[in-house]
Structure formats: C-alpha cells, structure tokens
C-alpha cells in the first residue's frame, strides 16, 4: 500500500497533526510524519516533495498555521494529491491559514479540509488511496456504517429524553 506523507510546518502544529495519525493507524494505513516548513526549511520541504512519489508516497497532508504556504509550496513540487490542513491560533485564529491554504492558483491544487480539519485530511487520504484497493475501500463502508449507528442511537436517546 502507498504511504501517507504529513508534513507540518511546526511541532506545535503535532496536537492538530494527532488526529490524522490516529485516524490513519485506526486504518492500517502507513505513513510518515515531518516537521518541514515552507519558510524555515524551504530547501527540506521542497526535496520531501519532489522525492515523494518514487519514495512510495501515495498521498500527501501539509498541516501548518498563520502564513500557511506549505501545502501550496509542496503541491507546487509534486502532481501527487496534497491535502491541507489550515491550522487555528494566531492573532486572526486561523482564518490568515484557512485562505493561505486554499486561495491555490489554478494549475496548483491544494484540497484544503476545515479549520484543524485533521481526521478528514486522514479520511480523504485514505479514499484517495482506497481507489486501487477494495480491502481499505470496505474498512471505510464499514467506518461510515458505524458512525451512521452512532447518530442513530443518539436520535434515540433525543427522542427518549424530550
Ligand atoms: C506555522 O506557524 C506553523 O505551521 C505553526 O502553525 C505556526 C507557528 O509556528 P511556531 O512558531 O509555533 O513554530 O508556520
């Protein structure tokens, strides 16, 4: 199976990041994290993006706040698929991340998940690489099913307390 490549812009950005790992461990799905950033190690981040397909990366998660350049700066050196993770915290609370992330010019796409979006960034990666292999395409019909139940049972228990 190809490997998830997540990089963030910062080790403070790793309780965000946490989430995508969980998520990607909860499916069996390998993966590498690094702290790279589009401005303090420019050099790094590009060689990470540029190497990344022949390194076995399927997919690649760029998580990073405030001036978040690094998922445009990574999809700017790979055509593999590159979701960002604008990060909240700073003095505009993530919306400075949100359009850094998402304002891609055309020809350079980013598929940019929510504010501190980190699971979905995991689950989009996952049905991304889940297009070439049926057992992951079924551990996540079966994910949705059980989360499905999960409000279910919540619908009940509304009915049951009002
Ligand atoms: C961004 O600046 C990082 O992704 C992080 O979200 C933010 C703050 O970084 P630190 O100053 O905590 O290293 O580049």
Same mark, same amino acid.
């Given at each position: 199976m190809k490997k998830v490549g997540i990089i963030m812009g %910062? =080790? %403070? =950005?790793l309780p965000i990041v946490k989430k995508a790992t969980d998520m990607l461990s909860t499916l069996d799905i390998p993966f590498e994290v690094h702290v790279y950033s589009a401005h303090r190690t420019p050099v790094e981040a590009r060689d990470f993006a540029l190497n990344a397909r022949k390194n076995g990366f399927g997919v690649l998660i760029a998580a990073a706040g405030m001036a978040a350049h690094l998922a445009g700066a990574i999809a700017a050196n790979t055509t593999l698929p590159v979701i960002g993770i604008p990060c909240k915290g700073g003095m505009m609370d993530g919306l400075d991340a949100l359009l850094s992330t998402v304002q891609m010019p055309t020809g350079i796409p980013v598929a940019t998940v929510a504010l501190n979006g980190a699971a979905n960034a995991a689950l989009l990666a996952a049905q991304i690489i889940a297009v070439e292999d049926a057992d992951l395409a079924a551990k996540l019909d079966a994910k949705r099913a059980s989360d499905a139940a999960v409000v279910l049972e919540k619908d009940k228990g509304i009915s049951e307390r009002l």
């Open positions: %910062s =080790d %403070s =950005d």
